[in-house]
């Protein structure tokens, strides 16, 4: 066990290394973030913003509930009826106040567990999306690490304190990125209030994230708390069209340092347009009748910090040996901030390009 725990380390830590090459760190001047760990992280293109202790392995509370609601929409069926077993109904901590016996939909527990923060909600879903809760819990932890927070091991469904339950502000930031992505997990975490008989629910909820009063824009997220994580807050906030994701981790005054943080974004970065879906970014001759061509395949649009400088480059391969079809990833756009690499969108051929029968290789030139 020893040997495998030490494996996963290694492999942990090998991990987040390879993601931060590709990510811009910002280590901001001039403000102060009274948590112990703290993010802002552009939800699309992944960049970091601002942080403190990004990639401390530490409990997150309740804030766990977000892998909880994104493995639910994944893998469960809201519509489907969930009976509520002795063990939910006597759960420690926060709870909705659910009943044994009582009958809720996966769809009306989610809006406990992110309006009320009810563990008793957690450990239902858990029950009945994954059969049972160790295996709800194997959910979480693939999903993890497919969506990359390889330095994230969850425990419980509900975030309560044990030995091997914990998380970064890094991964807790990747992991809400991922969440909101689902339109269902945002018309979720972005109610303030949810009548029972307009959704057909057993109650009616109120969200009690605090947040979603105090900045403009706050479209969720979560709140947490345990005598051993702390306060914790999770929060999403559109900044000029893109959802920009804070974590404070650890930190008591979590409403106010938020602020901060977002105030901090908001005067230091602007969105800017790199480019557009479909946009031809180059074309290149092949034979006298073909021309092989290159296209980004989204818009590009980039959090740029206003006292820095950034170029981009377009990439291609030295050799190609093969055929080539549309659709075909090939080459990349990069962006740089003063000669630091802080993203990459790989390019797609817009056209099916044969090799010419007389070439071996086709030889473009580094741009």
Known sequence: MKFKKLNRIIISIISFCLINMITCNVYAEGINVDARAAIALDSKSKLVLYEKNSDMIIP???????MTALVTIKYG???????????????RGSTVGYKEGEIV?????LYGLMFKSGNDA???LAENVGKNVDGFLKLMNEYAVEIGAFNSHFESPHGLDSENHYCTAYDLALITAKAKENKIFNDIVACKD???????FTRSYHNINKILYQIPGANGVKTGYTGNAGKCLVTSVNMDGHDVIFVVLNCTPRWRETEKIYKYVKDNYSYKKLYSKDQLIKEIPVNKNNNLKLLIN??????YANNKNYTTKCVLPKTINKTVNKGDKLGKVQVYENDKLIYSEPLVVENNVKQNSTMKKWFFNRN
């Open 60 to 66: 997150m509370a309740s804030t766990t509930k977000i």
């Open 77 to 91: 069926n809201l519509d489907k009826e969930v009976t509520i077993s002795k063990v939910s109904a006597s759960v």
């Open 105 to 109: 939909t996966e769809r009306e527990l």
């Open 122 to 124: 957690a450990i239902a």
């Open 194 to 200: 949810v009548d029972a008989k307009e959704m057909n």
């Open 298 to 303: 989204d818009d590009i649009v980039l959090p």
